[in-house]
């Protein structure tokens, strides 16, 4: 799986922090009744929201690997231009097709 260079470097030098960081998230997805697709798409429009290219992709990836559909996702792309604008719509939609295209494995 693609992790930014950024990303392992605060990994290897931070790794007290990003434990912590993913335990926030853990109990975070764990605090009601969404399932794991559901959340996904949220955090996918979100990333969208922060114009976020790594967040897309992951949140691409992580919604296909919890059983989104290629459809559901980039609806969730395409109601965020309401929202975010037609440039964020549009660089959001470019990354999501660079994963599926990858299979959600790049």
């Given at each position: 799986?693609y992790?930014?260079e950024?990303?392992?470097?605060?990994?290897?030098?931070?790794?007290?922090i990003l434990?912590?960081?993913h335990?926030?998230?853990e109990?975070?997805?764990?605090?009601?009744p969404l399932?794991d697709k559901?959340?996904?798409l949220?955090q996918?429009?979100?990333?969208?929201?922060?114009?976020?290219?790594?967040?897309?992709?992951?949140h691409?990836r992580?919604?296909?690997?919890?059983g989104a559909?290629?459809?559901?996702?980039f609806?969730?792309?395409?109601i965020s231009m309401t929202?975010?604008?037609?440039?964020?719509m549009?660089?959001?939609?470019?990354w999501?097709q660079?994963v599926v295209?990858?299979?959600?494995k790049e």
């Amino acid at each position: 799986m693609y992790l930014p260079e950024i990303f392992t470097k605060f990994q290897k030098q931070y790794p007290e922090i990003l434990d912590a960081y993913h335990k926030v998230g853990e109990l975070c997805e764990k605090a009601g009744p969404l399932n794991d697709k559901t959340q996904h798409l949220i955090q996918l429009g979100v990333s969208i929201g922060a114009n976020s290219k790594g967040g897309v992709r992951s949140h691409v990836r992580r919604a296909l690997a919890a059983g989104a559909t290629e459809a559901e996702i980039f609806q969730t792309i395409l109601i965020s231009m309401t929202i975010v604008g037609f440039p964020a719509m549009i660089a959001a939609y470019g990354w999501a097709q660079e994963v599926v295209a990858a299979g959600g494995k790049e």
